[in-house]
């Protein structure tokens, strides 16, 4: 399994080569290069920013089509609660699961269900590790790969268990064996996402070796289709919801904090508040918090890049169908504790160190800092590099040279330009150099056309 | 090669937004040197505590930061009134804040204990209206 795997591509034939997303990346993983932008899956979290922001649309997320279904005897759809979010006037839930099971699933197990489990565990767990305080939330998977590389203070703090996607499809299994008796491998536990991320989870997942969801559908893929059979749901829809208030509040930002009946708790949506909070908390700027819950999303899950509605007006839809709902209708009862917790510690990745020993990244770092004095520290991005300290960086792993630099190639040419004409002016006045004179202006000469196509080439670049 | 990276930085009086830039420039620069964490961690909450007790007693000053292999040396030099008992000020509670700071969450008596606590060694060298220069020391 690569532990750099990632749902979120880019499409070159589209790409124009702009710095719309590099410049909007919260790990600084784009670079334009060749005309062309190419993601560094190493400091990629799959967070989906750059989706949101790319005007020509080069940026997308791989995910699975409807006809996955085909593949298996028997399906269960994993409703993400964001799901319900999307529809006007929907009151219940029921007509939403009713609808997956007419578009072919043959049963439903709300994703929303398994969240009332884990905001049960999850008090508990606080209860009894209060030398851990605060707990981070780990069911938005861009933010447990972003703490993996960039906070590795913040490891301990993480909650070591299962998000309610991989709980759901625990359960959802070993329902559907139980119900029909078939092998697991004719059963295809099928989850409908929100967003990029949660494929890669599934794909990859960080806290457990192998997820159980099979494949994942986009939420906006699901929604057209799941609109016209809705329509068709009578009033007799059979009860197939599993979840109340705590397990539907999932959905948005602050729903999972809410399920833990604390008020010491912080709840962060967006990737650069996220950062924001992780840079503090790591600081310790923060005293008694029991809970930070952290969503890479503007609203939370709401807001996700394969969701259809504005999460705003999601968030408002979401609040009006819980309203009237029970507080949970899912409990731990007899539900095992192994299915919750996770198996597979996480490991802090130091991507961003510039060496490979200290003693070389103290050196590189030293040249970094150096090259920054020397760039003209406009962030212009010409360079494909989001910020001169980023294009420094580059520089000194071997990535990139100074004369990507524009403002850097072109003090260079007005230098060059000056000499050339001290040098003609010499020659004019008659001085003694003569021949040898004249020979150093062709060379001077020389340098400035290889150094004007050298810009020349850029311009080619941006133009493919 | 230098085998010394200096930083410097201004911490500006009465900025309480900007309060902290410095210490996370510092510990951008030191996780990419690949330090080891708990170390960094120290670093960035003694700094930090420094540059807020800048902010709120100093009218701001001046941050030396020497990072070498080996150690990371932090100097912290203002020209504020002055610590008049150092003992009593490492007292870990005791506070001479105004309240419009406490109000702000600052000034519960932390800031000299935790950069002691934090430090593997600090030296405070201070005179009563004339200014405090604190040197803090993080062996790697």
Known sequence: MDKFYHSVRLDPELCKGCINCIKRCPTEAIRVRGGKAQINSKFCIDCGECIRVCPHHAKHAVYDKLDVLKDYEYTVALPAPSLYSQFNNLDDVNIVLAALVMMGFDDVFEVSAAAELVSEATRRYIETHQEQLPIISTACPSVVRLIRVRFPNLIPHMLPLNPPIEVAAILAARRAM????????????????????????????????????????????????????????????PELVMSGRIGIGWGRSGGE??????????????????????????????????????????????????????????????????????????????????????????????????????????????????????????????????????????????????????????????????????????????????QETLNILKEYIQRISSEMSLLDNKDDDDDE | MDDVITLNYEVSPDDFTRAGEASSDVKSKLKQMGVNPEAVRKVAIAMYEGEINMVIHAEGGRITVEISPSEIKMVLADKGPGIPDVDLAMQAGYSTAPDDIRSLGFGAGMGLPNMKKYSDDMVIDTTVGVGTTITMRVTI
Not at chain 1, 205 to 226: C, M, N, Q, R
């Open chain 1, 257 to 434: 904090a809410g399920g833990l009946l604390t008020e010491s708790y912080l709840a962060a949506d967006g990737i650069e508040n996220v950062i924001r909070v992780l840079e503090d908390l790591e600081d310790q700027k923060f005293t008694n918090l029991q809970f930070v819950e952290l969503n890479a999303c503007n609203g939370g899950c709401v807001g996700g890049v394969l969701t259809v509605e504005n999460p705003y007006v999601a968030e408002v839809k979401l609040n009006r169908l819980r309203k009237y709902m029970p507080v949970a209708r899912s409990h731990m009862g007899n539900v095992s504790k192994a299915v919750l917790h996770w198996t597979k510690e996480v490991q802090y990745e130091p991507v961003f160190r510039l060496g490979s020993n200290m003693m070389e990244s103290f050196s590189m770092l030293n040249q970094v800092e150096r090259l920054c004095k020397k760039l003209p520290g406009l962030d212009c991005g010409s360079c494909g590099a989001p910020t001169c300290k980023a294009l420094a960086e580059d520089i000194v792993r071997g990535d990139a040279s100074e004369n990507d630099c524009v403002y850097y190639l072109r003090e260079n040419l007005h230098r060059l330009s000056e000499e050339v004409s001290i040098l003609a002016d010499d020659l004019a006045a008659g001085g003694n150099g003569g």
């Open chain 1, 178 to 237: 139980e119900k029909t008796g078939l092998p697991r491998e004719k059963i295809g536990i099928i989850f409908i996402s929100p967003c990029p991320s949660k494929v890669t989870y599934v794909r990859s997942p960080l806290g457990t070796e192998k997820s159980e969801v099979d494949h994942v559908l986009a939420i906006k893929d699901v929604y057209p289709k799941l609109l016209s059979y809705m329509k068709g749901v009578g009033n007799e829809s």
